[in-house]
């Protein structure tokens, strides 16, 4: 079969390699979509992976071999590879303990995942789509899933103002899920032209560009000068954390979405003075993963428009579309069509 393959740093090679066997309690997938990640972009940036792996984990497409004791599955359901609730005993070695929550059961097939034609995994980790959600949808699970526990996680109530920093896909399925959980205002804050445009077709009820206003300043005004209730920091660049909670309201809610890596100095006065609540969350579970699916179903989850005509890639041309990732650009989401 076909597979992007890591070779070293910022080098992925197109080639044949073997296709997987699914062992008697793992089926083989024959993948129809798979999303480009930004942990895949960062894994190539920095060199992270070890040579010949085969990256990808946001895929979807047909079940093509089910080992002799799979039962959950037969050859051609459609799945996503992630999602599936582990049995018991089964979790990540890191969440058995008390103190973590970094869930890394499911795809456990480290070797080859959905840059490639064919993968395997567990039985229990796929997670079927229903006839609603396209494959293509279905690629875009595993983000949807991340906001859907955000939100979650967050004390959003019926009725909030919401403000959204940051509208690369992240931020532009929090403000849908943000949405779908009640929320009657949201403003997108987001430096890109394209990406703002299409914040306001997804439903945001007022954009802010960052460069050119003051987001604290502007978004304070566009809630009735007491700042929103909830602030979903998507952006991780350096100020939004500070404009998080410089903006949220008195007793308001701050939500860590993006994963900063770098210090942010703060002065814990400035915000213990209105008793703002910081919350974080990390990744999704499997509950996060149903309900997101669910969400796309029933289109509370609108996808088209982070896909634009150029978004749609084959696996062959994966190295230039990793080196254009890796450049600033209005591109939201990029997706391998098989
Ligand atoms: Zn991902």
Same mark, same amino acid.
């Given at each position: 079969m076909r597979a992007a393959v890591y070779k070293s740093k910022q080098n992925l090679v197109v080639e044949e390699i073997p296709t997987p066997e699914p062992q008697s309690d793992e089926v083989q997938i024959k993948i129809s979509h798979s999303a480009i990640c930004g942990t895949d972009v960062h894994v190539y940036l920095y060199d992270i992976a070890p040579p010949d792996t085969v990256l990808g984990h946001e895929f979807a497409g047909e079940i093509s071999k089910v080992g002799s004791d799979v039962t959950r599955f037969k050859v051609g359901d459609r799945v996503i590879g992630l999602g599936g609730t582990p049995p018991p005993g089964k979790e990540s070695p890191l969440r058995r303990q008390d103190q973590y929550n970094y869930r890394l059961e499911g795809i456990?097939? &480290? #070797? &080859? #995942? *959905?840059?490639a034609e064919y993968t395997v995994a567990k039985e229990w980790e796929p997670l079927r789509l229903p006839d609603q959600v396209s494959n293509l949808e279905g690629a875009l699970a595993e983000p949807c899933a991340i906001v859907t526990r955000a939100v979650r996680l967050s004390n959003q109530k019926l009725g909030d &103002?919401? $403000?959204? %920093? *940051? $509208? *690369? +896909?992240? *931020? %532009? %399925?929090? %403000?849908? $899920?943000a949405k779908a959980a009640g929320a009657t205002k949201v403003i997108v804050s987001e430096p890109s032209e394209a990406r703002r445009s299409v914040a306001l077709e997804l439903g945001a009820d007022a954009v802010v560009? +960052?460069?050119?206003?003051d987001p604290v300043k502007a978004i304070i005004e566009l809630t009735d000068g007491a700042g929103p209730h909830v602030v979903y920091e998507c952006a991780a660049a350096k100020p939004t954390l500070h404009d998080a909670l410089d903006m949220v309201r008195r007793k308001g809610n701050v939500m860590l979405v993006a994963l900063a890596w770098e210090d942010v100095p703060l002065l814990p006065v400035d915000w213990a003075g209105k008793e703002i609540q910081l919350n974080t969350t990390f990744a999704s579970e499997p509950y996060d993963f149903k309900v997101a699916v669910d969400l796309i179903a029933s289109k509370k989850f609108v996808l088209e428009p982070l896909l634009s005509d150029t978004d749609t890639i084959e696996l062959k041309d994966i190295q230039e579309a990793f080196e254009s990732l890796i450049k600033p650009s209005n591109q939201i989401q990029m997706v391998i069509k098989f």
């Open positions: 456990t097939n &480290t #070797r &080859t #995942r *959905g840059y &103002t919401v $403000a959204v %920093l *940051g $509208a *690369g +896909p992240i *931020g %532009l %399925l929090c %403000l849908q $899920a560009d +960052p460069t050119s206003q």
